[in-house]
């Protein structure tokens, strides 16, 4: 059993399912993270008491894995909004919080009192589709949402070792790169914000991609790449 984290001092944190692209109203179906049933896309809206920021945590639940696959900033760019949340807790405790604010949230869930809300709220066809995913969501835990909060609160839903980095995705580093760097961006700090990794990681990446002659080399200490027409 591992110690259920606690929110930093000076933030607010809610969690939602489904992505800020689905404007929230789109409930996904769970899925299996170790033993906790989590909506196979969430998000974490996180900021400091003077909202001076919000920053959103997308997460994705697959193949027994949670993985922050998109972070957004209201005003910041990305890295100075995840430098700040750093500086007030880790990111696998910001993880952690985001997967145990759903499982309560999961764990309270009521379809009348959803349809309830969204009458007096006027907002009509979301009445259905609410009733559904939540009914479906008591169907999944079978009267264990309690206890699916639990498991949430006191075990750590670990990574799994990764396979070698794939030829894909070091295509896939190396077109977010080119792109940056044809629009006069610092290129690694790109791949950075599109694959929401460390910047150090971000640079493993390229330098994979050089070396496996995906990107090719760079002109200068600033990047870049030279091209095979050249």
């Known amino acids: 059993m591992v110690e259920t984290p606690t929110l930093p001092d000076g933030w607010v944190l809610n969690v939602l399912a489904g992505w800020p692209m689905d404007q929230f109203v789109h409930w996904p179906a769970l899925e299996r993270a170790g033993n906790v049933l989590l909506p196979e896309s969430f998000t974490g809206v996180a900021h400091p008491d003077d909202q001076s920021d919000v920053v959103f945590l997308c997460f994705r639940t697959h193949e027994g894995e949670v993985q922050l696959t998109t972070v957004m900033s209201s005003r910041s760019d990305v890295p100075t909004a995840l430098d700040r949340m750093r500086r007030a807790a880790p990111m696998d405790t910001w993880k952690r ?10 764990a ?3 379809p009348d009192e959803l349809a309830k809300e ?3 709220n006027g907002w009509g066809d979301l009445r259905s589709s609410w009733d559904e995913a939540a009914r479906t969501w008591q169907s999944q835990l079978k009267g264990f949402g309690r206890l699916n909060a639990e498991r949430a609160e006191s075990t750590s839903i670990h990574r799994r070792r990764r396979n070698r980095i794939t030829r894909e995705h070091l295509e896939k580093v190396a077109e977010a790169y080119r792109k940056a760097d044809a629009d006069g961006a610092p290129p690694t700090r790109a791949v950075q914000q599109v694959f929401a990794t460390t910047h150090s990681t971000a640079a493993k990446w390229v330098a994979q991609a050089r070396k496996e002659g995906i990107l090719g080399p760079a002109p200068g200490s600033r990047g870049g790449e030279i091209s095979k027409e050249s």
């Open 97 to 106: 919080l985001c997967i145990i604010g759903m499982a309560r949230f999961l």
């Open 118 to 120: 969204s009458a007096e």
């Open 108 to 110: 309270t869930v009521d």
